[in-house]
């Protein structure tokens, strides 16, 4: 199998000769780093944590790159400009949701048909089988899986501060697992009365709750580096 993960961005998208396919098998859920007392602490307080090194990345960097060349050629992207009404700058955004639920059946029958061909649909609803006993620990809830999406940021893409406001789905949660290629990706989450830096790390899993308050930085290309690119595989959950 060609697991390759080499981080060529560059949006190719002629069919891979050989697929990366990702397995399912055993997350990590519990040991000496996953304190879900702390990580329950924490999401009380900010509703968000972030669940150490449960997978390892490299066949899941794999196939989102895969799945991705394949379908970064679709013409939708979630964006939205900033207004400057009565001299403040409304909230703004830019990247790509590469989403089986869309108004478009062309775009979700494709969708489906890659995320199938590289073992995301199964890897997902694996993992989430796996995570939810953890998940409904730290957030009280009792949750179930809807499905999985992928968030795709270039160069200069961003979410702008938002969500505790905004969040009218009170039932709505993700479960996030970002890639970064010739990047350094992060979130932004308000603690403290800042907006501080929750670093990606590949590997981590990410749960976000509603009702808080986050950004998304602009995604930076390194010094000298090639064509930045942060994958973010996000599998949706609800309350029951």
């Known amino acids: 199998m060609d697991t ?34 702390a990580l329950r602490a ?25 799945a ?24 703004g955004f830019r990247f790509q949701r590469l989403d089986a639920k869309s108004d478009s059946p062309a775009h979700s ?28 620990t730290i957030t009280g809830r009792s949750l179930r899986y809807e499905r999985v999406f992928l968030l795709a940021y270039r160069e200069g893409d961003y979410i702008g501060p938002h969500g505790a406001e905004q969040d009218t789905d009170l039932d709505r949660f993700n479960l996030q697992f970002p890639l970064c290629y010739d990047s350094v990706g992060a979130m932004r989450v308000l603690r403290g009365g800042y907006l501080e830096p929750m670093y990606d790390r590949e590997g981590d899993a990410r749960l976000l709750g ?27 959950l609800m309350a029951r």
């Open 68 to 91: 991705y060349r394949q379908l970064g050629d679709e013409p939708l992207v979630d964006a939205q400009e900033h207004s400057s009404d009565d001299g403040g700058l409304g909230y």
């Open 4 to 37: 390759d993960t080499s981080t060529d961005t560059s949006t190719d998208t002629s069919t891979d000769a050989i697929r990366p396919a990702l397995p399912i098998g055993p997350l990590r859920t519990s040991g000496p780093d996953i304190d879900v007392d």
């Open 210 to 236: 509603p009702r808080m308050w986050h950004e998304v930085p602009p995604l930076l290309r390194l010094p000298e580096g090639r064509d930045p690119l942060r994958l973010v595989v996000s599998l949706r």
């Open 109 to 136: 029958a494709r969708v489906t048909a890659v995320f199938r061909d590289h073992g995301l649909l199964d890897w997902a609803e694996d993992a989430a089988r796996q995570l939810l006993p953890v998940v409904d």
């Open 42 to 66: 924490h999401y009380t307080s900010y509703r968000c944590a972030q669940i150490p090194q449960v997978v390892d990345a490299t066949a899941l960097k794999a196939a989102a790159l895969s």
